[in-house]
């Protein structure tokens, strides 16, 4: 397997699944490395192989409303990504929006002979018909104040006159990189097993690097902790895990540089551009593959164990011991 697709929808991407071939048990699952935290045990909420099993492998996973941070990052990526396709997604609830509603709404009420609104209201029938319809055609409001949040983080990047890190900047004037591209491929596991993988990365400039290629992931954050970040979010993991579908899929090559634009979300919204070490990737491919043949395993024997044994915490265990002494 090795493809690489662009201009395909995301919704297409996310539920993009094989003939269940070579891992039968898999049911035609293909990898991607979110995925890889809910069978990832050393992760806050501690995953494990009866839970991966059950949300991506029998394709359970609940869905939930989504937390405003993701729909906010989904935005912020649109507009900095795909700013031809940002209106076609998003709409600005603003004054603007708020007048055409209201006049809709009076010109219902006019000819139904009643009297009209003065000001606009979100119980007008005219608005809840619009939320309805936005819905429906797979569309999100985003408010006015979110809207300039999102402009000001986007000139921060791309701006060179309010940029502090010109690295940005570059990155978005070459004339040859792509966003949202989607690739199909196998990566080895630690046994060196194929599995199927999908990963989809935000900005890829095969040309830059001296031909060897840029993978840039944009991380909007709410407080300046990259480094913390990455390590919360195993976005090292991720990148490695982008890395190698990458130069897998031959979209660019070994020596390929790749790093992170982080940007904040609240005044004066800095920008910057980090490279990832070698070291940091090492580590990140180390993980991601140790969590592919876990995903192996399990599939070959169709055994997917639940959480093991009930453990406590240093500072709990120090103090048991403390306690045995005592006693």
Same mark, same amino acid.
């Given at each position: ?11 297409t ?7 269940a071939?070579?891992y039968p048990?898999?049911?035609?699952l293909?990898?991607?490395s979110s ?5 990832d045990?050393e992760k806050?909420?501690?995953?494990s ?5 059950y949300?991506h ?13 993701l729909t906010?990052g989904r935005?912020i990526?649109a ?25 809709i709404?009076?010109?219902?009420q006019?000819?139904?002979?009643r009297?009209?609104?003065e000001?606009?209201s ?16 797979g ?6 104040g979110?809207?300039s949040?999102?402009e000001?983080?986007?000139a921060?990047i ?5 940029a502090?890190?010109?690295?940005t900047v570059?990155?978005?004037k070459?004339k040859t990189?792509?966003?949202?591209v ?6 080895r ?16 400039d095969?040309?830059?690097n001296?031909?060897?290629g ?9 407080e300046w ?6 390590e919360s979010?195993?976005w090292?993991r991720?990148m ?9 899929a031959?979209l660019?090559e070994?020596g390929?540089?790749?790093?992170w634009?982080f940007?904040?979300k609240?005044?004066?919204y ?7 070490e @070698?070291?940091?990737?090492?580590? $990140?491919? *180390?993980? =991601?593959?140790?969590? #592919?043949? !876990? ?6 024997? @169709?055994?997917?164990?639940?959480? $093991?044994? *009930?453990? =406590?915490p240093?500072? #709990?265990? !120090?103090?048991l011991e403390?306690v045995?002494?005592?006693?």
């Amino acid at each position: 397997m090795k493809k690489i697709e662009r201009n395909l929808s995301f919704k297409t991407y996310q539920n993009y699944r094989e003939d269940a071939g070579v891992y039968p048990d898999l049911k035609g699952l293909v990898i991607n490395s979110s995925s890889l935290s809910d069978i990832d045990e050393e992760k806050k909420d501690s995953g494990s192989a009866a839970r991966f099993k059950y949300n991506h492998v029998d394709d359970n996973k609940e869905k939930n409303s989504e937390a405003p941070a993701l729909t906010f990052g989904r935005a912020i990526h649109a507009y900095v990504l795909e700013p031809q396709t940002f209106e076609e997604d998003y709409v600005v609830e603003d004054a603007d929006l708020h007048d055409r509603i209201l006049s809709i709404a009076n010109d219902e009420q006019i000819a139904n002979k009643r009297k009209p609104s003065e000001r606009f209201s979100k119980s007008l029938g005219a608005w809840k018909k619009f939320v309805a319809d936005m819905k429906f055609e797979g569309r999100e409001i985003i408010s006015e104040g979110v809207m300039s949040q999102i402009e000001k983080m986007t000139a921060s990047i791309i701006n060179e006159k309010v940029a502090l890190d010109k690295k940005t900047v570059e990155i978005f004037k070459s004339k040859t990189y792509e966003t949202e591209v989607s690739i199909f491929t196998d990566l080895r596991d630690l046994s060196g097993f194929k599995m199927p993988c999908k990963a989809r990365l935000d900005l890829v400039d095969p040309i830059a690097n001296n031909g060897k290629g840029l993978i840039a992931d944009v991380k909007s954050i709410a407080e300046w902790s990259p480094g913390r970040s990455l390590e919360s979010w195993k976005w090292y993991r991720q990148m490695a895990f982008y890395l190698d579908m990458a130069i897998a899929a031959e979209l660019v090559e070994k020596g390929c540089k790749c790093g992170w634009i982080f940007v904040e979300k609240s005044a004066p919204y800095e920008a910057q551009f980090h490279e990832a070490e @070698d070291c940091l990737i090492e580590a $990140g491919r *180390i993980e =991601y593959k140790y969590l #592919l043949h !876990r995903i192996h395993d399990c599939a070959e024997r @169709d055994i997917w164990p639940g959480h $093991g044994k *009930i453990t =406590y915490p240093f500072t #709990l265990e !120090r103090k048991l011991e403390e306690v045995q002494l005592l006693t």
